[in-house]
């Protein structure tokens, strides 16, 4: 069982830059795909980006490389670096996993954080 706990939400003006963490519980930690996801108001919930525990990496077409996700595996904590923040990335962002490769459909992973708010004005 792996339990889930984001960190380094807040507000801050576009243009700025925030760094999510996700700490996780459990010692199979490096065995399960981790992925960052984000729902707005009135919206789905998204994939944000997804690492592999070997560190392969998905990338939302959206980010257009201003998003970074990472992951320490001694430490059971994948990050996601957001630069060039936009008022349209405003949301709550979570953190979830898997056991094995990453998929990019919310449905696939089993395990969720509680979510972190992301607001970011104009």
């Known amino acids: 069982q792996v339990q889930l706990v984001e960190s380094g939400g807040g507000l801050v003006q576009a243009g700025g830059s925030l760094r999510l963490s996700c700490a996780a519980s459990g010692r199979t930690f490096s065995n399960y795909a981790m992925g960052w996801f984000r729902q707005a108001p009135g919206k789905e919930r998204e994939l944000v980006a997804a690492i592999t525990s070997g560190g392969n990496t998905k990338y939302a077409d959206f980010m257009k490389g201003r998003f970074t996700i990472s992951r320490d595996n001694a430490k059971n904590t994948v990050y996601l670096q957001m630069n060039s923040l936009k008022p349209e990335d405003t949301a709550v962002y979570y953190c979830?996993?898997?056991?094995?490769?990453?998929?990019?459909?919310?449905?696939?992973?089993?395990?969720w954080g509680q979510g972190t708010q992301v607001t970011v004005s104009s």
């Open positions: 979830a996993g898997r056991w094995g490769y990453y998929r990019t459909g919310a449905a696939d992973y089993d395990h």
